[in-house]
């Protein structure tokens, strides 16, 4: 091998203090949830149990995992499966967030400037969003309405179309459920006639008044929240609401663009911030300082900290990414075919052309949305190639998913690499690994990304 080449090693999650605290206390965790936490936390939802379960999994030989082979020399090694699981694996949803970022600069976002928006909740309100977790989808509608009418006010057309998707976050600083709305759009509206028209500086007063209004209003609808709370909030100097517009990026800034993508669709907490202290699994959860306690650090119980956790982890169908007006699943689908019109009669799939040649690096609109492989992403990410031969530099290839509990365990005992025995999900059959597309492990969906998961087209 070249001096100095790197070579793809794959992770062993055992290593990890999150995998660590999950294995040893998942247990007695879910013991002690109805008379510990169920009376902060409510009850123990079905999808906590499933997610730690899978997660304990992830990555572990024992339950399954690809033989990638080099035909030239012979060497070869073995790739684990995964959970896939999104919003808590930090090793799947950070590959979702590449693959999902880069898609996004590369095939959705207009080449227009983008403005990031942050919409958050007083502390007094978090507490009935965190009991009636259906409006969490009324946050995120109640985010796109600001959004528009502000920008549709501003530039006085009441018809012009937004473009933008929003990400949310139930997740604070040091793991508190602090629900809020991020969200990055262009800034501007397309016209009736296929004119894009930049949006004028909307003051911070404006969209935090109009968020503020229609929260409000809702909650009273859902008779959540008395019209004397409503009274006294509104007669504070502080409310507590907070809407932060003052990011933009430009369009020729890609990685800026890219880097922004996947702060949005960050993960709920990170790894590298855990530190589990031995021998009573203590769990130090390091962040930024924070001014109100004067450190830069949380204590928890290794049990506590699972329950902090578990409150992040979202419904099964609940869609935490949505994209709105003309980057809706609808919008962009009716622009590909060719059967988008405007309500003046103008063509979508022009006016989209339009604003697209108005860069000349942007790429033209696919017609099937591309696949990130887990090998691009792990380049991309790594910048090693995992299907490159660490003995002789050439290319490797995937030669079989194995599964079968009892062949899984009698190659492990045989490589010496066997640790016990692993709970094993149903199998699903393996995907079809094209020659010149291999994607051989689990932890990356055979999907296209990112899913669109809210159609909504004004």
Known sequence: MAAGMRTYRTRNPRNSPLWQCA?????????????????????????????????????????????VR??????????????????????????????TSAHLVDHVLLPVDHRHYVFALPKLLRPTFYRNRSLLKRLCAIAQQTITAALRAALS??????????????????????????ALGADGLLDNDGTWHPAPEIPHHVLEELFRTKIFAELLRHKLISHDLVARMKSWKHTGFNVDASR????????????????VLRNPFSVEKITLESPTDTVIYRSKLNPKINRNFEVFD???????LSQHIPDKNVQMIRYYGLYSNKMRGCARKGTGHSRSGGHLKSHLSDLKSLSPGSPPSPRKLPSRKWRDIIRQAWHVDPLQ??????QMRVIAFIDNPDVVEKILRHLKLWCGPAAFAPARPPPSVAPEAIEPDFRIEYDTMPDYDNVITD
């Open 23 to 67: 294995q040893r206390h998942q247990a007695t965790f879910v013991a002690r949830y109805s008379d510990t936490y169920q009376p902060t936390y409510g009850p123990l939802r079905p999808v906590v149990e499933e997610v730690l379960g899978k997660f304990i999994h992830c990555g572990t030989l024992e339950r399954g995992f690809a033989r």
């Open 70 to 99: 080099c035909d030239h020399c012979e060497h070869e090694y073995l790739l684990a499966f995964s959970c896939k699981g999104r919003w808590f694996c930090p090793s799947c949803h950070q590959r979702k967030v590449q693959s």
């Open 157 to 182: 057309l009441p018809k012009g179309r937004p473009a933008f998707f929003l990400t949310l976050h139930t997740f604070g600083e040091y793991l508190d459920f602090h629900p809020h709305i991020h």
């Open 248 to 263: 933009i990026v430009a369009p020729e800034n890609r990685a800026e663009r890219e880097q922004l993508c996947q702060y």
């Open 302 to 308: 290794p049990v506590d900290f699972l329950a902090v």
């Open 389 to 394: 031969c660490p003995v002789c530099q050439k």
